[in-house]
């Protein structure tokens, strides 16, 4: 799971690195592809990489390029099953990402379908990896692969719509906006007016509009945790842990819908601490569980 985490990480860095023109992020997306699947040398990409990072890309990401062939070092320890499933994974991952980066820009994307199709690439697809390699693990939790497979899209998307909603002045900064126009020209709202300063409640509906769609895939996510066998608490407490820091983060946006930074609505560390500490002690037991989240979402919108 750590090494799924490192591939996907690589490929986040690629596509945040504001030094790198849209051409070659799609020239290392491909490379990357490459290394991963074996075709292409973990060593010159990482070298060639490395050098073109600039500040925008956090210490822990310099260490992680100029490490890379350590990292595939190890993932080609694992079995064949194992790494087509992280294969295939980091494929689509880097290609659609790539795609979306060509045409970023402070306009939106055009409606909730490219939204959707945006948020498969950078997560839903990471969704779809988590399910194979725990349903490669375990055979009891093979036996619920359809009914798992259905919601892991969905459990990414929540995930990944959440951080949209949070860092969407980060984002704009960077010179892109993954808002989709569509659902704020339904409020009369132009995306490509949007400012710091904003106070415009027509930007709010459109803002509300999206953390009710977030809110249902949010609960696609529970469903999906209460599949996993209740015995499997480490796999359990893994997926709660994302979800049960995602609802108050959704919480604080609704509250603070003209906020000017994600620190304003990031969670407080004893947030966090209190998500760990209940989902944990509370891993096992359904009933808990969705009595817990319920609290967690409460005065959430719906769509």
């Known amino acids: 799971m750590g090494n799924a985490y490192l591939l996907c990480r690589i490929s986040d860095t690629i596509e ?13 997306s491909d490379r990357w592809i490459g290394v991963v699947e074996g075709r292409s040398d973990a060593q010159a990409f990482a070298h060639e990489l490395s050098g073109l990072l600039t500040l925008s890309a956090t210490e822990y990401e310099h260490d992680l390029i100029i490490n890379t062939p350590r990292v595939i070092r190890i993932t080609q320890s694992f079995s064949m099953s194992q790494q087509q499933i992280l294969q295939r994974c980091v494929n689509i991952m880097a290609d659609g990402m790539a795609v979306f980066q060509e045409g970023a820009n402070l306009k939106g994307l055009n409606d909730l379908e490219q939204l959707n199709s945006y948020c498969y690439y950078v997560a839903g697809v990471v969704g779809e990896m988590l399910t194979e390699l725990f349903c490669d693990y375990s055979a009891e939790i093979g036996a619920r692969k359809k009914d798992l497979f259905a919601l892991s899209s969905s459990f990414g998307q929540g995930l990944q719509m959440t951080n949209i909603l949070k860092d969407v002045w980060e984002d704009h900064d960077r010179g892109a906006c993954w808002l989709p126009q569509s659902i704020f020209l339904a409020y009369d709202f132009d995306l490509s007016s949007l400012s710091k300063n904003h106070t415009d409640p027509r930007f709010t509906q459109g803002l509300n509009e999206l953390i009710a769609i977030t809110r249902d895939h949010l609960d696609n996510a529970l469903r999906y945790i209460l599949l996993i066998p209740s015995h499997e608490t480490g796999i359990r407490r893994f997926c709660l842990w994302a979800l049960g820091m995602a609802l108050p983060t959704l919480r604080r946006i609704y509250g603070r819908p003209t906020f000017k930074s994600g620190r304003e609505v990031k969670i407080p ?35």
């Open 16 to 28: 945040d690195e504001e030094a790198l023109s849209p051409l070659q992020k799609r020239e290392f």
């Open 269 to 303: 560390r004893r947030t966090v601490k209190a998500v760990v500490v209940s989902t944990s002690a509370l891993a096992r037991s359904d009933i808990a569980l969705k009595t817990l989240f319920y609290f967690l979402g409460r005065n959430l919108p719906r769509a």
